[in-house]
C-alpha cells in the first residue's frame, strides 16, 4: 500500500522528498515525471516503512485549507 500526499507544484515535490530525507526517509523513486504525463511525482520510505507518493497534478487544485479539488 502507497498512501499519497498531494502538494501544489512539482517543487513542493522536491521540497518534501528533501525535507523527509533530512529526517530519516530512503527515497524510493526519485521526483518525476510519471508514465501517464501530467503527473510530477517521487515515492519515499517513511522510518516506519510506510511509502509516500509525494504528487503533483496540474488537473487538481489543492485550496488554502489544503483541500484537493477533482476537475
Known amino acids: 500500500m502507497t498512501l499519497c500526499h498531494n502538494v501544489d507544484s512539482p517543487q513542493r ?5 528533501e525535507a523527509m530525507t533530512a529526517t530519516g526517509a530512503e527515497v524510493v523513486k526519485a521526483p518525476q515525471v510519471g508514465d501517464r504525463g501530467g503527473i510530477f511525482h517521487a ?20 485550496d ?6 477533482f476537475g
Open 64 to 69: 488554502e485549507r489544503g483541500d484537493v479539488h
Open 13 to 17: 515535490v522536491r521540497d518534501t522528498v
Open 43 to 62: 515515492h519515499v520510505r517513511d522510518p516506519n516503512g510506510i511509502v509516500w507518493e509525494i504528487a503533483h497534478n496540474p488537473r487538481r487544485r489543492i
